[in-house]
């Protein structure tokens, strides 16, 4: 096996339990503190919820309930830039259960 001399690494898990989502903006931790290579978002909670990228201003993905989704910017030499704040907020109907977690990954 080869290197190419970069390894990735991890910033700490972000999550938000269902108590602390509503149909106001939460943030799902602090801002990211490196460029993202990959930004993976879980719902398991019972509701859908939007994910905002601009700390709550604007609604850019829409996340079913217990799914979740991989953006590997990486993989188009793309990167989600440093100081990013997610936020998250529910689709008008509270959730019950679970939690709202964000894993990312820097090189």
């Known amino acids: 096996m ?48 939007y994910v905002s990228f601009d700390g709550g201003t604007t609604p850019h993905k ?8 991989v953006y590997d910017y990486h993989a188009n030499s793309l990167f989600r830039i440093a100081g990013t704040q997610i936020a998250i907020k529910d689709n008008t109907v509270a959730a019950t259960t679970g939690w709202v977690i964000a894993e990312i990954e820097y090189s």
């Open 2 to 49: 080869s290197s190419t001399g970069l390894k990735v690494q991890d910033e700490a898990l972000r999550e938000l339990a269902f108590g602390s989502i509503s149909s106001a903006y939460a943030n799902l931790g602090g801002v990211t503190l490196f460029d993202a290579d990959i930004v993976t978002i879980g719902n398991n909670t019972d509701t859908d919820v």
């Open 62 to 69: 829409k996340l079913p309930a217990h799914s979740s989704t």
